[in-house]
Nanobody, 124 residues
């Protein structure tokens, strides 16, 4: 079965950086894209970024554009989210997820597979 396992969350001061990893296993992902979402307490799950496995095409939410970078290592079946210049409003549980690449990237229901999430806390 498909497994997505996130790691790399933690506590960081505003202006700092973290890199999240998402290790994927259990199927061939060549026709898939991976997304990062986040959910803060009392808020809806929010799209952050996405990347396709095959071509590496990326797309970002406006709130993180220029600060976050999504990348993938096909040999390791791992997707990364490099987060720089973090702000307190970036505090949330971050999830990676997998969808067929033709599906809408910003919509959570497009994603068939989800990781367990990793907490990111940015202190002011």
């Amino acid at each position: 079965q498909v497994q997505l396992v996130e790691s790399g969350g933690g506590l960081v001061q505003a202006g700092g950086s973290l890199r999240l990893s998402c290790a994927a296993s259990g199927r061939t992902f060549s026709n898939y894209a991976m997304g990062w979402f986040r959910q803060a307490p009392g808020k809806e799950r929010e799209f952050v970024a996405t990347i396709t496995w095959s071509s590496g095409n990326t797309y970002y939410a406006d709130s993180v554009k220029g600060r976050f970078t999504v990348s993938r290592d096909n040999a390791k079946n791992t997707v990364y989210l490099q987060m720089n210049r973090l702000k307190p409003e970036d505090t949330a549980v971050y999830y990676c997820a997998g969808r067929l690449r033709f599906k809408l990237p910003k919509t959570p229901s497009s994603y068939d597979y989800w990781g367990q999430g990793t907490q990111v806390t940015v202190s002011s």
